[in-house]
């Protein structure tokens, strides 16, 4: 079946080829901010933890603040702007407290509520996204695009490209055929590339074997980041504390995420066994679903059980009444973050992709 869709794939890959020449040679044109603009992105469609990379790049930002001169990035003068991917409604709108993963999004939700006095917007449309948040606050210095790397009519200072260890981006194939969503070749638009969900201990060896096949240009540099899973929290309120999770455990793990493969591995070898029920990604939960998800836990026969799913399905979650759905069954999320290996490089790499917004005020760092 797959075979069929190469001609679709290859249609697909030459308008996007098409189009990214038009930016090369300036047909079409990216608009220049007075501010930074960092984008975070992919060449595939989901999975690479575009969202928890943007967060991590943010609290970076927020901690190299207090280390360099005239770098200006206390929290409230950082923005991330997100598509919203997922949502019901469409154009700009700035997520705050009462905002819902319905309206917003998941991601967006989730980035808001770990990222509590930062500026967090969705729209689809990136120039007139930022052209808000600037009139909203003027003193605006940073934006993140959480998933940017494709949107090229902003300028941007510096562009990190994430590729998921499980699923590189040069082992993949071209939309409908695969999960690219522009030709392979795109990553040589990269100033930083982040092969991201690797092992914490993995070998020189192995990363040297990816940065082969990555093929990096002279100009780019790569880096590897892992997942750190935090403590389990409860979805609703009022839920217990979290039993531990050991051999004795069974765990229904349900999800709504493009890429399933780390958190499911990360639990199989805590957990005596584990029952998946999966969704699409971003997929909006019904109490239909949900009653799914209630009748395969009431069937697992192990008296020591429990709910997990993701923090970006937690907040769908939220949507309508569905806690009543789950009847007794506890239900928690499994927090992650990220970090980047090598991180006093990557932060070196960070500064250094800034150009002063004042020539007469060079960012320098403060010599303590």
């Not at 207090?66 to 949502?87: A, F, H, M, T, V």
């Not at 967090?120 to 808000?132: C, L, N, Q, S, T």
């Amino acid at each position: 079946m797959k075979y069929l869709l190469y001609p679709f794939a290859f249609l697909y890959g030459t308008i996007v080829t098409v189009r990214n020449i038009f930016f090369n040679i300036g047909i079409l044109r990216s608009q220049r901010f007075p501010l930074w603009v960092i984008s975070i992105g992919n060449l595939s469609a989901g999975g690479t933890g575009k969202s928890p990379h943007s967060e991590y790049v943010a609290r970076l930002l927020i901690k190299l603040n207090k280390q360099y001169e005239n770098l200006d990035l206390p929290p409230n003068k950082i923005g991330i702007l997100s598509r919203g991917y997922g949502r019901i409604n469409k154009g700009f709108l700035l997520v705050n407290n009462s905002s819902n993963a319905k309206e917003i999004g998941d991601e967006p939700m989730q980035l808001k509520k770990r990222l509590k006095d930062i500026y967090i917007a969705v729209d689809e449309h990136r120039v007139r996204g930022i052209k808000i948040l600037l009139s909203l606050n003027p003193q605006l210095r940073m934006i993140i695009l959480d998933d940017g790397f494709q949107h090229r009519y902003v300028k941007r200072n510096l562009s990190i490209l994430l590729t998921n260890y499980n699923d590189p981006f040069y082992n993949d194939s071209m939309l409908p055929a695969g999960r690219l969503r522009e030709p392979k070749g795109g990553y040589k638009r990269a100033d930083i590339i982040i092969v991201t969900n690797v092992p914490v201990n993995i070998s020189d060896v192995e990363k040297k074997l990816l940065l082969k096949n990555i093929k990096s240009t002279s100009k780019q540099k790569v880096y590897f980041s892992s997942i750190f899973y935090e403590p389990l929290a409860p979805v609703f309120k009022n839920t217990p504390a979290a039993p531990p999770i050991d051999k004795n455990c069974t765990v229904l793990l349900m999800t709504g995420i493009a890429n399933t493969h780390s958190i499911y591995t990360h639990l199989a070898e805590m957990a005596r066994d584990v029952i998946h029920v999966p969704f699409r990604d971003h997929h909006i939960f019904t109490s239909e679903d949900i009653a799914k998800v209630a009748k395969t836990f009431n069937t697992i026969t192990n008296p020591k059980k429990i709910i997990i799913t993701t923090e970006k399905d937690s907040m769908r979650l939220h949507i309508g009444d569905l806690m009543k759905d789950f009847g007794t069954a506890p239900v928690y999320y499994l927090p992650i973050s990220v970090k980047v290996h090598d991180e006093s490089d990557f932060e070196n790499d960070l500064i250094a992709g800034l150009s002063p917004l004042d020539a007469n005020k060079p960012i320098r760092k403060i010599h303590t």
